[in-house]
């Protein structure tokens, strides 16, 4: 269903609570950067921006793990952080 709500999308906010794996229990209602890395290239994406990693997750981390699927441009929320996304 991401993948639809995202095609051809300027700019994909996404839920990247985990790295990679994602326990039984939070399956379904929380994501990993990895599969949002799989989720943005099949929805064609031209920016991932991975928002809401776990507590002392490595923002790097969750990069690279997006980064084996998704090509574009990507990136990490932090406090304060404004986006332009151009009309």
């Given at each position: 269903m991401l993948v639809a709500l995202a095609r051809d999308a300027d700019l994909l906010i996404a839920d990247a609570t985990y790295v990679d794996e994602i326990p039984d229990r939070h399956v379904g209602f929380l994501s990993s950067a990895a599969e949002v890395g799989r989720y943005a290239t099949a929805a064609r994406t031209?920016?991932?921006l991975l928002t809401?990693?776990?507590p002392g997750t490595d923002p790097d981390a969750a990069v690279a793990a997006a980064r084996r699927a998704y090509t574009g441009s990507l990136?990490?929320?932090?406090?304060g952080l404004l986006v332009d996304v151009p009309a």
């Amino acid at each position: 269903m991401l993948v639809a709500l995202a095609r051809d999308a300027d700019l994909l906010i996404a839920d990247a609570t985990y790295v990679d794996e994602i326990p039984d229990r939070h399956v379904g209602f929380l994501s990993s950067a990895a599969e949002v890395g799989r989720y943005a290239t099949a929805a064609r994406t031209r920016a991932v921006l991975l928002t809401h990693l776990w507590p002392g997750t490595d923002p790097d981390a969750a990069v690279a793990a997006a980064r084996r699927a998704y090509t574009g441009s990507l990136g990490v929320a932090r406090s304060g952080l404004l986006v332009d996304v151009p009309a």
